[in-house]
């Protein structure tokens, strides 16, 4: 099993930055991909950045060009730096590590961009 411990939300003006982690332990073999989530209030959760093993990332239009998703293999962690934060990016933010068959969720982070 994957265990994924996420840190580094926060409350941040707009245009701000702040850099998120996830950092994954266990069974890390079976992770095929990294992606990033987020769920505002009263919204569904909806992808924000996905990286596979291989290096290939995806962005959702709203955040293309502001955020950057990177995997750091030696440490088993994957980052989202965001920059240029608009208030309608405050949300929970979650990563996930998806396996063949099976999704494992992290806690959630709370990011709050004030305008």
């Known amino acids: 099993q994957v265990q994924l411990v996420e840190a580094g939300g926060g409350l941040v003006q707009a245009g701000g930055s702040l850099r998120l982690s996830c950092a994954a332990s266990?069974?890390?073999?079976?992770?095929?991909?990294m992606n990033w989530y987020r769920q505002a209030p009263g919204k569904q959760r909806e992808l924000v950045a996905a990286i596979t093993n291989g290096g290939r990332t995806n962005y959702a239009d709203s955040v293309k060009g502001r955020f950057t998703i990177s995997m750091d293999n030696a440490k088993n962690t994957v980052y989202l730096q965001m920059t240029s934060l608009k208030p309608e990016d405050t949300a929970v933010y979650y990563c996930?590590?998806?396996?063949?068959?099976?999704?494992?969720w992290g806690q959630g982070t709370q990011v709050t961009v004030s305008s």
């Open positions: 996930a590590a998806l396996g063949v068959v099976t999704t494992v």
């Open positions: 266990g069974s890390i073999f079976s992770i095929n991909a």
